[in-house]
């Protein structure tokens, strides 16, 4: 397969934040531009007068694979292969040279109006309007990122049934992969050294590593009654991981499944995880970034009070520099999960079919990068003294947030399904079907003498760091008509509620409940095998997606709901 994916996307003309960029820029008091003799060193703006930023994302991926599979002496085997390489680069038009603007609103002595060197002054504190096109011209550059991934594996895996239970007949299944990893990411001279606003700089990135991996699982039907209406089957598993970048590791899992008469089952497993940091978190360049914070010191309630608000910060902003990169010291993330539940499929009403599964995830040593923590950390107990830089006012310069095992996350809930097939009529066939996920407790520890924190049921964006949406409760419920030719089907989506911290305060907001009803019908052709045509629309009601105060970049949770609302859409398929 080869897809080649092209994007453009316009943003804001470039912000400039004098006093807190990694390398800070001062309007020099001698500037021809200064009217006021002294040194400015906090002069907010943005660059009205240049073109909007222009970013466009190019990528290639192209993949190949290659299995065989056969049976010799009872065993099935197969024998695969797959290479996929990605190729993508990343370009911003019209962001700033960082060390052209610090000279243009310097001292005069060193930025004579086109001097011998090409520099230019910069009126960086007149009105809209003030930056000529001279200036702008002198100001505006060009950054560009390639970078490629790649990944080569090799595997192969045989099974049969070996011996006979008293349940019926064991299977076992074993099988190996070799894996080999490689990523690169290079950012053009000019972002490698911090040398652009308006953008993003960053040094460049390469690492790779190699995998293998042995994996066994069985199906043991232990016990069967003499009527043959009721069993028992266990299963097992277990995976061994070597990494020549980071060790190895062995994770097992084991199940159980009991049916009770035809009409109840019971089942059970417990399983442990393992995932190695990747490429990326390991061994990426260091990274600057204005990023979307929430400064506990800039409310006046906590100057004082909290042991790092010594003075209250500038209420006025919401964005700081951060900077985050690779730690090649990470350990890799463990887990331990275990599910048990029932399956009902009662003799009293032919077709139904009940479930309810419960399950509780535990999480450790999670690799994140996380400044929102950081800078809270500092503030509510003093701590990461060395990652939190403020400036003789209070307010945040610089925040050092590489990737480290920051804690762990206890996740639990109950699924639930049902499915429900009405007797065929002469009007036709129904079915029902249904799904939700209740989302008990979602308790993250961001740190292992932090106290954790119960995110069920909140939103808390993802460009602050948060971990997005996490309602409650998720479900669907749908309905299915067939008669003859003539398919229907009715779908309802429903999200419940979540509560928000309103940006620059301590109060929180609840965002609505969204539900969403889908329509579809279509009906089928005696052309070939069947041409089908279908008419639908998606969101009949048109419902809006709820307000998300704190989403940063929009104003709704994008990756819990939609914003495109009410959607027409036909389609016309044939099979041969």
Known sequence: SYVDTDATATLAPTPVFTAFEQHPITVAADNIYNDFGVSIEDVRRRLVEFPTRRQRNDSETSRFGLTLEGLAADWNWDLSYNWSRSEASESLTNIVNADRLRRGVGPAGNCRGQAIDGCVPINLLGPEGSITAEQSDYLRVSGEVTGYTRLSTFSTNVSRSLFELAGGRGDLAIGFEHRMEKTSKRPDELIASIGTIGGTNFQPTRGDRRITELYAETILPVWKSANGLSSMVLEAAFRYSDYSDFGDSTTPKLG????????????????????????????????????????????????????????????????????????????????????????????????????????????????????????????????????????????????????????????????????????????????????????????????????ELDLAGTFRDEASEGLGGIPQWKGQLGLRWDRERWRGSWDIHFVSDMTEIVPGTDRERTIDDWTVHDLQLSYTFDVLAGLRWSLGVDNVLDEEAPLAASAFNDNIDGRTHELKGRYWYTKLSQRF
């Not at 035809?262 to 417990?270: D, E, G, K």
């Not at 463990?334 to 139904?352: I, N, R």
């Open 256 to 451: 159980m499944r009991l049916q009770l008469g035809p009409a109840v089952l019971l089942r059970a497993t417990y399983a442990e995880g393992f995932r190695a940091p990747s490429l990326n978190e390991l061994y990426e360049g260091n990274t600057e970034s204005q990023s979307s914070i929430n400064d506990p010191c800039t409310l006046s309630s906590n100057v004082g009070v909290l042991p790092g608000c010594g003075q209250q910060a500038d209420p006025t902003r919401s964005q700081f520099l951060t900077v985050t990169g690779g730690n090649p010291d990470l350990e890799a993330e463990t887990s331990d999960s275990f599910s048990a539940g029932v399956v009902w499929t009662p003799a009293f009403l032919s077709g139904l079919s009940l479930s309810a599964d419960y399950f509780q995830i535990e999480q450790n040593d999670v690799v994140s990068s996380s400044a929102q923590f950081i800078v809270s950390q500092n503030a509510r107990f003093g701590r990461f003294e060395d990652n939190v830089v403020r400036d003789s006012a209070g307010n945040l310069t610089l925040v050092s947030a590489n990737n480290i095992n920051v804690g762990g996350r206890d996740v639990s809930g109950i699924d639930l399904a049902f499915n429900y097939q009405h007797p065929e009529r002469r009007w036709g066939k129904l079915s029902f079907g249904g799904s939700a996920t209740y989302i008990d407790e979602y308790l993250a520890r961001l740190d292992t003498s932090a106290e």
